[in-house]
């Protein structure tokens, strides 16, 4: 009996996505193991191997097609002695409803005036029914969450997902449609009409209605691809969920720097051994001793408690076209200097040529963002859920500083760590920022 290959989930949260290249065709013959294709997430490109032998008998899904759902057969395999007459009934895959229509093209006769904010029609209210048994409904986590944000009742859509499954997919076409949330009655007169003087909550503005104010031909519009939809979606809800709150302090670099001089030194010219250390390494090790020594900050916020670490897992924002990554490195707490160094360099380029598995930059218990290098003094970060903080790092410059009754010059940086008040307290963030400047200023105690 023919063996179905189905796009396979290559992360906990994944629900669908894009087979980029096929590295077999039909007719080749696969064992278990081999490679047979690449899929691309929002985050990565990743390698799908065969988990049976066979021939290719057929393939469902091409190459480029975007939006495939986990679990949906993307090719056939024929065992041995089947012929092509044992793919009878399997069909060519159907893309998957598209996450985002195409914005509609300018109207070449929109007069060079704005134009007043249209009101869109009023649709009518879809019939309420259920996806699930015995009125239960069933939705991803994922496509909860996006429902409860936009107000969208789930009992008002059809899941396109396995078993009638509501996806996120289909919570992104109910809000291009522009599915009404269910309506609620005002509680009284005097609520339903607002006071005098007081203006009204302005309703969401259309992307007809922002094309609107501007010449057709002054811009082009760049469709949305999938990690810049993730990232506005992550951190939407990191500013809607979490009560930021922030902390920043100077640090004096001139002992870290003449550190770094001499342990880059000591590296040796070649070999697996060869290490150069660099500011920002140094600042993922004071940050992951902190952490230890001020454990009550290693934490993560859940809804049924607190999450205290025991490990100091430091993600590390890595710019890429396009977005962002944010590889892990793990247990930094117990690496040297050499070792994180090293590590952090294979992951940030694995980064950037978008070939991270999803351990390597899921999880970990804070992150770094670091734009020293491109001349930032001082910034706030937002926070990556489910981490409770992230540490903003600025670029080191000399200043004057006091030091006693004398005025000197030294080289210090600005840090500002962004706080999860439902985890970290301000206290308790002001002795976290206290202890990464100290093994910033005393760069020898990261080594005992």
């Known amino acids: 009996m023919p063996i179905s290959i189905l796009m396979p989930a ?16 039909e007719g080749d013959t696969v064992a278990s193991g081999d490679v047979i294709a690449e899929i691309e997430t929002d985050k990565a490109t990743m390698e799908v191997e065969a988990v049976e032998e066979g021939k290719v008998g057929k393939i469902l899904v091409g190459e480029g097609t ?26 060519a895959a159907s893309p998957a409803p598209a996450t985002a229509a195409a914005a509609p093209e300018p109207s070449p006769t929109v007069a060079p005036e704005p134009a007043p904010v249209p009101t869109p029609a009023a649709a009518p209210a879809p019939t309420p029914k259920s996806n699930g ?28 997902g396995p078993h009638g499954r509501i996806v996120k997919r289909d919570i992104e076409a109910a ?18 009409t607002p006071a005098a003087g007081v203006p009204a909550v302005a309703p969401a503005v259309s992307d007809e209605s922002i094309l609107a104010l501007y010449e057709p031909g002054t811009y082009e519009v760049v469709p949305h691809d999938n990690m810049r939809k993730i990232i ?72 049924e408690g607190i ?31 050499s070792e994180i160094s090293n590590e952090m360099r294979d992951l940030a380029e694995r980064a950037r040529n978008r070939r991270l598995a999803p351990h390597e930059y899921q999880g970990g218990t804070t992150s770094i963002s670091n734009l020293g290098m491109f001349g930032i003094k001082k910034f706030d970060a937002v ?24 005025i000197k010059v030294a080289t210090m940086m600005s840090v500002t760590l962004s706080c999860d008040h439902r985890v970290i307290d301000g206290a308790l963030g002001a002795e976290l920022l206290d202890a ?13």
């Open 66 to 91: 975007t939006n495939v759902a986990v679990n949906v057969p993307i090719a056939v395999l024929l065992e041995e002695g089947e012929d092509a007459s044992a793919l009878s009934g399997f069909e």
């Open 175 to 192: 809000i291009e449609q522009g599915v009404p949330a269910p309506a609620a009655a005002p509680a009284s007169a005097a609520e339903a």
């Open 10 to 25: 290559l992360s906990p949260t994944m629900e669908e996505g894009t087979l980029s290249r096929w590295l077999v065709k």
């Open 232 to 303: 506005a979606s992550r951190l939407t809800e990191a500013k809607q969920t979490i009560p930021h709150f922030y902390l920043s302090i100077d640090c004096e670099l001139d002992a870290l720097l003449a550190a770094r001089r001499r342990l880059n030194a000591m590296s040796p010219d070649d070999g697996p051994k060869t290490f150069k250390i660099s500011v920002n390494d140094l600042v993922i090790k004071a940050m992951a001793m902190a952490l230890q020594k001020v454990p009550a900050a290693n934490a993560t916020w859940t809804n």
């Open 307 to 337: 999450l205290r670490h025991k490990t100091s897992d430091i993600g590390v924002a890595v710019a890429i076209e396009g977005g962002l990554f944010t590889p892990v490195i793990r247990h930094a707490e117990v690496k040297s200097l």
């Open 133 to 160: 048994q015995a009125g239960r409904i069933f939705a991803s986590p994922l496509a909860r969450r996006l429902a409860a944000q936009n107000d969208i009742e789930l009992a008002a859509l059809t899941g396109s």
């Open 383 to 406: 926070i990556n859920p489910p981490h409770a903080s992230i540490l903003a790092v600025g670029a080191g410059e000399k200043r004057p500083v006091i030091s006693g009754d004398e």
């Open 436 to 448: 990464f400047k100290g093994f910033i200023e005393e760069p020898v105690t990261m080594l005992v």
